[in-house]
Nanobody
């Protein structure tokens, strides 16, 4: 059973940086990070093919966020720099074992979800 567990959220001032981590056990084909602010839909932030350097990003975070993985540690990361107040949200780690499915930024693409970690950016 794949069970993502996030950590690393917190509060930071605008322009600051944070790195989120996600421990994932079991086989995965694709992993991703999503976020959801109060009153808004959950949106895809970034995605990566497990064991590769193939990454995808939402336009809103390109150039500021970096998704990466440490396969030896079964850990997914999201390095966030140049944070803005609009980046404030609950961030979720997601994983899936299928090589096919909905686009990477769709919630339905992922079968396994973590509980989320809060990121708050103050101006």
């Amino acid at each position: 059973q794949v069970q993502p567990v996030e950590s690393g959220g917190g509060s930071v001032q605008a322009g600051g940086s944070l790195t989120l981590s996600c421990a994932v056990s079991g086989y995965t084909y694709r992993m991703g990070w999503f976020r959801q602010a109060p009153g808004k839909e959950r949106e895809g932030v970034a995605s990566i093919l497990t064991g590769s350097s193939s990454t995808l990003y939402a336009d809103s975070v390109k150039g500021r966020f970096t998704i990466s993985q440490n396969n030896a540690k079964n850990t997914l990361y999201l390095r966030m720099t140049g944070l803005k107040p609009e980046d404030s949200a609950m961030y979720y780690c997601a994983a899936d074992q299928r090589s096919y499915g909905a686009p990477w930024y769709e919630r339905s693409r992922y079968a396994y979800w973590g509980q989320g970690t809060q990121v708050t950016v103050s101006s």
